[in-house]
């Protein structure tokens, strides 16, 4: 069998003495996107963060196209082709929107996406292009942060929590483009508090709870109690 796109094997992190995972095992093969669910604190961002490099590992933790990476510095990592859209966005506040989405360009690894495919993504952001990025709303701002992941061209893209605090009808459009992402055999991870959303647009779901992998199932599979064991640790 080939090897998984990015297979995670024993994965544990750390702050200090508190140990956040727990020997986590993943694979995701190739053009699959994956969910992860899992209560607050459950260890979801420091798996991302842990993924992209920002929390370093041993460096077979993580292997990414079968080469080892979990012990590679951030930038490193990007340059294989991993991109994160991180928790609160993390715009340079003094950059202007396509200030920002260049700073993702400069990984310099060619692809599809670029300035003109990501204004074709979210236009409102090619009408914004010289303003402020503190300036746009905050799902605008959310739109510029996958974008600047998106101007990377990477292979694997992780969305860590891109709805949380915007309005429903903002999270409903940020959703309509994520098959114009994916579509194109792009892998991807996406962390997400809403349940439903989250089942809505992966094919497989893991479930975190206390930094163990409590679930995973394929999305079309999965049952609500399943979910409400594997989220809570407890019975529906
Ligand atoms: P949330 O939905 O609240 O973001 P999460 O599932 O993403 O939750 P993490 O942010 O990965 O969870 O946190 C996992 C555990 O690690 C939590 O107990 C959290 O308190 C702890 N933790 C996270 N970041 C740090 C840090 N910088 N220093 C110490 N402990 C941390």
């Known amino acids: 069998m080939p090897e998984a796109r990015l297979q995670i094997s024993g994965l544990d992190a750390h702050y200090g003495d508190f140990q956040a995972l727990y020997g986590l095992d993943m ?19 420091t798996l991302m963060r842990s993924i992209s490099g920002l929390l370093k590992n041993r ?9 080892p990476i979990g012990a590679l510095r951030a930038d490193q990592v990007a340059a294989r082709g991993i991109a994160l859209v991180p928790e609160g966005r993390q715009l340079f506040p003094s950059l202007s929107v396509e200030e920002n989405l260049l700073i993702g360009g400069q990984v310099g690894r060619a692809g599809p996406w670029s300035l003109s495919s990501v204004y074709d993504l979210f236009p409102i952001l090619k009408e914004r292009r010289q303003q402020a990025s503190t300036s746009l709303s905050g799902g605008q701002q959310q739109m510029v942060a996958i974008g600047r992941a998106l101007m990377a061209n990477p292979e694997l893209i992780l969305f860590d929590e891109i709805s949380l605090g915007l309005a429903p009808v903002v999270i409903r459009q940020i959703y309509e483009a994520m098959p114009g992402i994916v579509g194109e055999g792009m892998t991807a991870m996406i962390v997400e508090q809403d349940i439903a959303q989250a089942l809505k647009v992966s094919s497989r779901v893991y479930c975190l709870q206390e930094g163990r992998i409590s679930l995973e199932a394929a999305t079309g599979d999965v049952t609500h109690d399943q979910i409400t064991k594997a989220y809570f640790g407890m019975d529906a």
Do not use: M, P, Q
């Not at 460096?59 to 080469?67: K, N, Y």
């Open 27 to 45: 694979a995701v093969s190739d053009g699959e996107v994956i969910a992860i669910i899992g209560a607050n604190g459950a260890g979801k961002t």
């Open 59 to 67: 460096a077979d933790a993580i292997r990414f196209r079968g080469e």
